[in-house]
């Protein structure tokens, strides 16, 4: 994103439609683009303050799901194991 | 995904997709097993029937198309199937509920606006992953899939026997609990509204 600043003079910081335009910024953040969502997307974080703050806590929260929930190790073996499992069974 | 057999794959041909396309998966499989089951052994367990079932099943795959989104729809299956009603306390959620929920106000907006970007990535991994463990069942898997896993809404719906559009419900919702947790935390550990910590 270009706009990185917490706070902008520029931005409302009222949201007219929160549920549909949170709704919106959560889509493409999961990568489902809508139409014009690009042009959408940065007009809002130009423009609207808790669209703004949304998108960077949905954001934030994606990014330690991805970094601290995909870490657990895997058993010794158990690849192995599972090896073994189809040598046998073939 | 269909259970048609398109074709016969040679002894060879077996290994070389068992070891080429489905083995590389087996650190996300066993990370998602262990998040439903929240037991080593349990997970252990899923994990190689899955692997079996896979191997078993493994002229119903189609070379070339998503192993891994194949591997974990055999995975919740084996949960759902085997696991679950094994377990003594099956999680249920009423999903009118969630429905009406998503479809109601914006209550939901509310209660977590005050949650801020800075307070979760100071969180350690430990909080993140109680909040997602606290979820019911059926929320944490869908913030497994497409937070974790990165899987798209088709592929999910694909995974989960669902529509997309419940998919997408699911996920708000799931998102919106998760949040409230992180928020109960961030809280209840200090972090200001302008905090920062060393």
């Known amino acids: 994103m270009e706009n990185t600043d917490a706070s902008s003079p520029e931005r409302k910081l009222q949201c007219s439609d929160v549920g549909k335009c949170f709704q919106l910024l959560e889509r493409i953040l999961d990568g489902e683009l809508v139409e014009g969502g690009n042009e959408m997307l940065q007009e809002k974080l130009d423009q609207c303050q808790p669209c703004f703050a949304h998108f960077h806590l949905e954001q934030a929260i994606r990014e330690v799901l991805k970094t601290k929930c995909t870490k657990q190790p895997l058993p010794d073996k158990l690849a192995e194991s599972i090896r073994q499992m189809i040598q046998d069974a073939r | ?17 068992f070891d080429g396309e489905f083995m590389p998966h087996i650190d996300s499989m066993y990370n998602f097993a262990f998040r439903l089951t929240f037991d080593e052994d349990d997970a252990k367990d899923l994990v190689q029937d899955t692997y079996m079932k896979a191997f078993r099943f493994i002229n119903s795959f189609e070379q070339g198309t998503n192993a891994k989104a194949w591997l974990f729809r055999i995975l919740k299956n084996s949960f759902i199937n085997d696991y679950r009603k094994k377990s003594k306390k099956p999680a249920t959620v009423d999903y009118q509920e969630v429905e009406t929920f998503y479809n109601s106000d914006d209550v939901d907006y509310q209660s977590t606006s005050d949650l801020r970007a800075e307070s979760v990535k100071d969180m350690l991994g430990d909080e993140i ?3 997602l463990n606290g979820l019911a069942v059926d929320f944490r898997t869908v913030i497994i899939l497409a937070d974790l896993e990165g899987f798209t809404y088709e592929e999910m719906a694909k995974i989960l026997d669902i529509p997309i559009g419940t998919v997408r419900s699911r996920l708000h919702r799931a998102r919106n609990l998760l949040k409230d947790t992180l928020k109960g935390y961030a809280q209840s550990m200090g972090y200001g509204r302008d905090e920062e910590e060393d």
Not at chain 2, 2 to 16: M, P
């Open chain 2, 1 to 17: 995904m269909s259970e048609v057999q398109r074709r016969k794959y040679s002894q060879e041909e077996r290994s070389v997709v």
């Open chain 2, 129 to 131: 992953s109680n909040a």
